[in-house]
């Protein structure tokens, strides 16, 4: 019999993350928020990861928020969230809706400059 303390950092992350993607199919529910589950995964786990949380979206109808700071995860996304300091004590909350698959992301709004990932965006802003 083997422990979880024989495995690696990385490996005990994908653990986690198995147990809580059974959770999820199991019980369901309309909305689940993971906070960087993949921040110890490599990169061949990172794309498992990102796949199955794609065909988890798609076939049990749940909305799924990732807090992440990986750019593989945050390629499957619909929108992105970010916030930004441009000013001392003014935070500014900028969303990218992704649009079509395949393309680029273009920012639009007050000098927010090309946007990372997949598909057409478009740049969203608000203040704090």
Do not use: C, P
Request: charged fraction near 30%; hydrophobic fraction near 35%.
């Amino acid at each position: 019999m083997y422990s979880i303390e024989m495995l690696f950092g990385g490996e005990k992350a994908l653990v986690g993350v198995g147990v809580i993607i059974g959770v999820i199919k199991y019980k369901g529910g309309a909305i689940w928020v993971l906070d960087e589950v993949d921040a110890a995964l490599d990169e061949k786990n990172l794309g498992r990861l990102s796949q199955k949380l794609e065909e988890m979206r798609e076939r049990e109808q749940t909305q799924i928020v990732i807090i992440t700071h990986s750019k593989q995860t945050m390629s499957i996304a619909n929108r992105l969230y970010g916030a930004t300091m441009e000013e001392a004590g003014i935070t500014k909350v900028v969303t990218v809706r992704i649009g079509a698959r395949g393309g680029k992301g273009r920012g639009e709004g007050e000098g927010e400059g090309e946007g990372e990932g997949e598909g057409e965006g478009e740049w969203e802003e608000s203040k704090q």
